[in-house]
């Protein structure tokens, strides 16, 4: 008998039931978390710390009395939020996306006939039946089977196919392969497996990334140091006899000055500028902070199917009573080349092809061009063995007479073809039915021992047809073994290897069998030889004891539950470390939204994973997340560049307020608050995100990754103590200069009108010159200007030339002019401004230079 009456002995529930249970239990969905709206996730991006520190600076500006400056700061901040929403659009609906793995019609059994029915209104105890390519839409308790197969692997990792039997349950999300089955509901809606990775996916709120919380940190800084500022500047008028009303107005201008308003915005277009790159790369950013938080990585935790192997099974290797073969192809596709040792058992090997082929429904099918696998990958896999042995042609030729398919107790299938019955299965439970040569013992421990998934395959002539499957698979010939592996990617020893150069520990974690993670692992260089393998019932259930033994390179953790992944994430943040975790699967989501990186597979990733993650690998390609760190940590040095760049040009403008103070009120104001403004978010911006694309550095994969701040004591003390000074000594030199071009001499009053607006010009001038120097040395902390090529930033070019177009704009348009009280400066004040440009490479120079002796 070929196949079972599936609707037989039971007609299932009535209709009247089934609706009385629906009414009661409800319908068969899961639990909607309603998701944050739009407006919600706009205003989030407006009142984060970094973005309330400008809030508050542009409200003072307007208590000052400087209406235009406050609206531009406002205006900066909207555009700023604006983008970055844009850029997050596709906000985390991991668990909405969960109800798209379940089917919308389902067929059952109810008043005794076959029908289709919405799965939203399936109830517990309905008669579902299941047929080759059915999702399954509720948990069910299985009643008959015939020849069934379930991809299980979106809830277990596991890349096998199951065979569940009679009495087995299956999950809502999971996939009929092959065969058919008739079940019993047991669970619906949010009482389903899969409903509880729901819960898991929802659970968990993401924590701030390192690089909100250093940006917060740097706003911090920067509130503090503006207050302090104000603070001074409003005794100092106090002190000079201002009113105390103008003394407030003109230390809240002050307070606003000191606030690099450009900040924001190149922060947030850097980090698209990395996003951009990575995409190029096949990397899709999801959240815009992901790009830096990628840098900061201390440890990947690393699915292994489709992320260090290819996720294609391929027939590598056959042994025969009395010879063997090798076999090279490329995944599945049917062409490759197969040596026989000894050349004469090629005769033998097409056999057994033809024989496992004829054992499998799994095929090979060109679809848009490219061979993939239909039905069960591994007997896919035997099928383009056969390709290859071109024996499909003459084993098509023979008429299958029976078939008794595989179960889990037998552990084997068998057709009957013309006159024999053709067996394949598990190796011990074919060897138990069949002659047993000496060293075919030898050959399965040896191929199973590399990891390999090795199946038996024998045949036995007949003359009458078998009745059973017990009658048929008795007194077999061993034709021989198929190893069958899920090979490494080429790159994945290459990416492990650069990973560690970088100071990264990389761990395994999949939900597939310990020898097969073991044999993974020593092939793409991960593991050694001796390496033990923990599996998910090992991992303890103390977190400082799990995480303990968790924190170790080279760790593989095997038969891992959703659960397991979980904890494994939490064990090592709460250890300190800035975990990367990949999947691709339902189970996958708790754990990828709980890390602090979650990276999901582009290609056979699961909606669920990609909506959980942080970043998805268009590729599935483990060297993609080495090529993502690498552009990350190339993202926090450019940050680090453009805010040494800003914070120069901050002490350029407030020294002449100090100087100013300094001198009782004697000494004019060289740069006024609008001028400020005209800097941070006119002239200064584009340099800026020029700066936020400087390619990677050659070796910033060889060395361990970044743990301290982003202001540290060496970048306040560069921006500080060397470049902003000098370029501030420039600016008020220009200043000077510009009054002893038209008369004045110390101890004069000094001028006003026309001749303040052109020295206050040539101040502004130099403060730009001075930032267009700076730029070219903030490529680089170690390296002298000279030895940055441009030709790897061709867009800080631009970025100067835009900047000294925006200059002439500033100084010769004259209603622009008059509105930042400056003018056009004097032949004189134009030389002493171009100073800035050596003065302030020479200074950079010389401070990379006595920084690298004093190492």
Known sequence: MSAIDLVSRRSGLTTVEAARRLAAEGPNALPVRRGTPAWRRLAAEM???????????????????????GIAVFVVVLLNAVFAFAQEQRAEHAAERLRNLLPRQVTVVRDGSVVQVPADQLVVDDAVLLAQGDRISADLYLDRVHALAVDTSALTGESVPEHPMVEDRVYAGCFVVEGEARATVAATGERTRLAGIAKLTQSRRPAAT??????????????????????????????????????????????????????LPTVTLSLAMGAQRMAERHALVRHLEAVETL????????????????????????????????????????TGEVVCTPPTCLAAVRDLARVARLCSSGRVVLDNGEWVPRGDPMEAALDAFAHRLEVVGASESRSERARFPF??????????????????????????????????????????????????????????????????ERDLTLLGLVALEDPPRKGAAAAIAACRRAGIQVAMITGDHPETARAIAREVGLSGPDIGVLTGHELSGDQTVLAESL??????????????????????????HIVAMTGDGVNDAPALREAAIGVAMGKSGTDVAREAADLVLLDDDFGTIVAAVEQGRSTFANIRRFLTYHLTDNVAELAPFVVWALSGGVFPLAIGVLQVLALDIGTDVLPALALGAEPPA?????????????????????????????????????????FLAVGWRPGAAFPTGSALAAASGAAFTAVVFGQVANAFACRSTIRPFWRMSLRTNRLLLWAILAELAMLAAFLYIPPVAHLLGQAGPTGTGILAALLAVPVVLVADTLQKRFSRAGR
């Not at 990947?300 to 199917?305: A, E, G, R, S, V």
């Not at 047993?436 to 007949?462: I, M, S, W, Y």
């Not at 560069?718 to 000098?726: H, K, Y």
Request: glycine share 10%.
């Open 295 to 334: 840098g900061s990585t201390t440890f990947i935790c690393t699915d292994k199917t489709g992320t260090l192997t290819r996720n294609e099974m391929s027939v590598v290797e056959v042994w025969l009573p009395g010879g063997a073969a090798t076999i090279s192809g490329d995944g599945y596709q049917p």
């Open 47 to 69: 009142t984060h710390f970094f973005a309330l520190l400008f809030w508050v600076a542009g409200g003072l500006a307007l208590v000052a009395g400087m209406p235009q400056l």
């Open 407 to 472: 179960d889990a107790r037998r552990r084997r299938m068998s057709v009957v073809v013309g006159d024999r019955v053709l067996v394949k299965g598990a190796p011990d439970a074919i060897f138990a039915h069949s002659a047993v040569p000496r060293d075919a013992t030898q050959a399965l421990h040896r191929l199973a021992g590399r990891g390999l998934r090795v199946l038996a395959v024998a045949v036995r002539p007949v003359t009458d047809l078998p009745t059973s499957a017990e009658d048929a």
């Open 551 to 576: 924190d170790r390179d080279g760790l593989v953790v095997a038969r891992v539950t959703p659960e397991d992944k979980l904890r494994i994430a939490q064990a090592l943040q709460a250890r300190g």
């Open 698 to 738: 050659r070796h910033v994969l060889d060395q361990p990754p970044v743990r301290g701040h982003l202001l540290d004591r060496k970048l306040f003390g560069r921006a500080f103590g060397v470049l902003g000074p000098v370029e501030a000594t420039v600016a008020l030199a220009a200043f000077v200069l510009s």
């Open 210 to 263: 390192p690089l909100r919380r250093e940006l917060d940190r740097v706003s911090r800084i920067i509130a503090a140091v503006a207050i302090g500022v104000g603070i001074a500047f409003f005794s100092v008028a106090l002190l000079l006899g201002t009113r105390a009303s103008d003394g407030f107005l003109f230390a809240v201008g002050v307070t606003v000055a000191v606030v690099p308003c450009g900040l």
